[in-house]
């Protein structure tokens, strides 16, 4: 196979020497994006060498990154293999956002929703149960933030966002609202999570909040949750022009 065959879909170099972050990425890229599919073999390194102008220390580093990605296998013999779908480590940032960025369809988005819906929901019945009255008087702060920031698009969004990190972190469940700030973080980065939202967004989105606090403020278990899942799912739907 020629290297301009093995290179297909690669971006050339533009300078002399591509940093190892960059390099990573690029072969990321092409795994994620389907340009090389699951069970090919990667160009070799002297061909990738050449190509992008590194070491072969860089790039037999970078391998081992992506490796422990899950994107790739290093195997004696064979070389680099791409690896199924369901070995990819989508929680890694690097891995999660190249997803969400080639997902045209937005499957992954609608994927994403359910998933941070379900953990949400578990974390604000949990903050309902166990927050103190400062808690609580700490998230009756964020909403009125919100209330504050109707208007301001940029102000509103980052004070959404303050809110719902809030009730993951009075929830006291750290393995979950890891999982899904991770989830979150990555998404806002793409202009199509935040979608096209109607006119009256930011007044649903409010009161959609403020079901929630006060869910969490009385200490209702069910109502912040059955709250919370509303408003991820409605939200999304929403933004995607999904809703019903």
């Known amino acids: ?53 590194v070491s072969r220390t860089i790039i037999r580093e970078s391998m081992k990154r992506l490796e422990e990605k899950g994107l790739v296998a290093i195997q004696q013999g064979r070389g680099t293999l791409v690896q199924p779908h369901a070995r990819w480590n989508v929680l890694d940032p690097l891995v999660l956002s190249a997803v969400i960025a080639h997902d045209e369809q937005l499957h992954t988005l609608d994927e994403l929703t359910l998933v941070r819906g379900a953990l949400e929901s578990v974390m604000a019945g949990q903050a309902a149960r166990r927050a103190s009255a400062a808690e609580r008087e700490e998230l009756r702060a964020a909403l009125e933030e919100m209330r504050e920031a109707e208007g301001d698009y940029t102000r509103f969004r980052d004070a959404d966002a303050d809110f719902h990190r809030i009730v993951m972190r009075l929830s006291g469940n750290f393995l979950a609202g890891n999982i899904a700030d991770t989830l979150y973080s990555r998404a806002r980065e793409f202009s199509r999570f935040e979608g ?49």
């Open 196 to 244: 096209h939202p109607p006119a009256d967004a930011s007044q649903r989105t409010l009161a959609q909040h403020r079901a929630v606090y006060e869910a969490v403020a009385a200490g209702d278990e069910e109502a912040a949750r059955a709250a919370m899942n509303e408003h991820i799912v409605d939200a999304w739907r929403r933004r995607s022009g999904t809703a019903g």
């Open 1 to 53: 196979m020629s290297a301009s065959l093995e290179l297909r879909g690669l971006v050339a170099p533009e300078s002399q020497q591509r940093p190892a972050d960059t390099f990573m990425r690029e072969i990321a890229d092409s795994i994620i994006s389907g340009r090389y599919a699951e069970g090919e073999v990667l160009p070799p390194e002297a061909v990738l060498g050449g190509y992008f102008r």
